[in-house]
């Protein structure tokens, strides 16, 4: 069983950067996809961005070309690079470790961290 958790959030201005990570624990982290997903006050959790053991990513439509996923098998970490922030990135992102299912459905994670707040300020 994986166990994560997240770090990296804060506040930031529109333009900005922040990179957040996500800490994980277990024997299945390198065989798990890693996702992150992000929850505005009074909306549903939304997919982010994935990628799979090998290193195959995709990303939602707003993120794309500003957010970059990334892992590291052997510490047993992922990272969210987050550029060119925008006012409506601000949430609580979350990773989450799937084993199969739909990567961009949160029901297809069985494994999720915390959370950490993404407040961009304009």
């Known amino acids: 069983q994986v166990q994560l958790v997240e770090s990296g959030g804060g506040t930031v201005q529109a333009g900005g950067s922040l990179r957040l990570s996500c800490a994980a624990s277990?024997?299945?982290?390198?065989?798990?996809?890693m996702g992150w997903f992000r929850q505005a006050p009074g909306k549903e959790r939304e997919f982010v961005a994935a990628i799979w053991s090998v290193g195959n990513d995709v990303y939602a439509d707003s993120v794309k070309g500003r957010f970059t996923i990334s892992r590291d098998n052997t510490k047993k970490t992922s990272d969210l690079q987050m550029n060119s922030l925008k006012p409506e990135d601000t949430a609580v992102y979350y990773c989450?470790?799937?084993?199969?299912?739909?990567?961009?459905?949160?029901?297809?994670?069985?494994?999720w961290g915390q959370g950490t707040q993404v407040t961009v300020s304009s």
């Open positions: 989450g470790s799937a084993s199969r299912g739909s990567v961009y459905r949160t029901s297809s994670y069985h494994t």
């Open positions: 277990g024997r299945t982290f390198s065989t798990s996809v």
